[in-house]
């Protein structure tokens, strides 16, 4: 496919299909169990409906959107994923430098395939090439290392390199089933003439083929607590995003807890079955603990793929929306080009939606902006 012909964000799913190793395609497009969770991310989105209003005047659109301090050109930001260097040699730097020339923040993954600051020098690199004028900024994603001096020391390097907040993964307690990947383990030892093949865990996971299908040792801690997140609060002293909560019990231990924000999420529909989507998560908290949008801020991400869908989430109180897929299948088919087209589709979509709906600036977006009852009343 010619880039010219990707005119959505999910328009780039075929076009990595079609260039990248199988075992890398399965392992990006996989899902856990049956793909419910995976599904209902997609679908839910779409169960929304705008209410938009008219003759309000639209002529100077600012998508301008602050997590954390940190202003950005647009309200969605690069979720964490690891193996980038399957989809591209370019991997974590070529992301940084194409999602810094749009004005994007990034979350780099632990499970990078290039150290945190080889990126970090590539994402001010391209700062400097723009003259400063960049307002993205780069996060990090840590998996807590189960050894607490290693963490420490990581969480270090990381404050060090100048990331400007620190987002902890806490739905990993384990990996998630990812049939897609069994079947194709299964498959391959087949083809290898071995008649009974015993699982080995290790080869599908998060830290995936860049580790050669292993899992960074003494990663994934099923051990983590609440009670961890003082001494990680202590070392990293700057802002902590909790990410993969879902459910509004956990959003209130959050605030409990003094985090400064949340990202709602099921990890792509890759971790627990039936997951719900960060919709229905949102939602709930709507509902249930409406005081925690004054808190803290709450991020979403999980089958985003149109600028439509970003606006919705925030109009139902999101700060902010993570986009997963779309950039590493983007990468995958067109390098450093696909990832600024895949953030200039989603752009143009929030921009054409915005002035649709009647918002000038992302500050007006209302409850009152979308009906829910479709998923509030099933
Ligand atoms: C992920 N995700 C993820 N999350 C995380 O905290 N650390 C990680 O290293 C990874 N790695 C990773 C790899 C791949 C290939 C995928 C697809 C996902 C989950 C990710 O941050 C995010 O929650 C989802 O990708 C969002 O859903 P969509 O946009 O992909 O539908």
């Known amino acids: 496919t010619h880039l010219a012909l990707c005119c ?118 391209e700062q400097q090439r ?90 994934l801690d099923p051990g983590l607590t609440w009670e961890d997140l003082a001494w990680i609060s202590r070392e990293w002293n700057g802002p902590v995003v909790l990410k993969g909560i879902q459910t509004v019990e956990d959003v209130r231990l959050a605030v409990q807890h003094g985090v400064q924000g949340v990202l709602l999420s099921n990890h792509g529909g890759r971790q627990i079955h039936s997951a719900p989507s960060a919709l229905m998560t949102l939602l709930e908290i709507r509902t249930y603990y409406p005081e925690a949008f004054d808190k803290l801020e709450i991020y979403v991400d999980g089958g985003l793929r149109d600028g439509a869908d970003v606006l919705k989430a925030l109009c139902l109180g999101a700060t902010a929306v993570g986009v997963g897929r779309p950039y590493y299948y983007a990468m995958a088919a067109y390098g450093l080009e696909g990832v600024e087209r895949c953030t200039d589709i989603i752009a143009e979509e929030l921009e054409i939606t915005m002035k649709m709906l009647g918002v000038s600036s992302l500050d007006q977006l209302r409850p009152e902006m979308v009906n829910a009852t479709r998923l509030l009343n099933e």
């Not at 003759?55 to 202003?71: E, F, H, P, W």
């Not at 290693?150 to 990331?163: E, F, P």
Request: glycine share 8%; hydrophobic share 35%; proline share 5%.
């Open 8 to 125: 959505t964000a999910e328009d780039f799913q075929a076009a990595a299909k079609a260039v990248l190793p199988n075992k890398s395609w399965v392992y990006v497009s996989s899902s856990a169990n049956s793909g419910a969770s995976l599904d209902s991310n997609l679908n839910d989105w779409s169960l929304i409906n705008f209410r938009p209003r008219i003759m309000r005047s639209v002529s100077a659109l600012n998508t301008k959107c602050s997590i954390l301090g940190q202003t950005g050109q647009y309200p969605f930001f690069v979720s964490a994923m690891g193996t980038l260097g399957n989809a591209h040699p370019g991997a974590e730097p070529l992301l940084a430098r194409g999602a810094t020339r749009k004005g994007l923040h990034t979350v780099i993954s632990t499970a990078t395939s290039k150290s945190l600051e080889d990126i970090m020098d590539a994402h001010l690199d």
């Open 130 to 219: 723009l003259k400063n004028q960049s307002p993205s900024k780069l996060f990090f994603q840590l998996y807590v290392p189960i050894d607490r001096t290693k963490a420490k020391s990581l969480i270090q390097r990381v404050k060090a390199a100048g990331y400007q907040s620190l987002w902890v993964t806490v739905d990993t307690s384990t990996l998630g089933k990812r049939t897609a990947d069994r079947y194709l383990q299964a498959q391959e030892a087949l083809d290898q003439g071995v008649r009974e093949t015993t699982r080995d865990p290790a080869a599908e996971n998060d830290f995936g083929p860049a580790f050669g299908g292993r899992p960074v040792p003494g990663y």
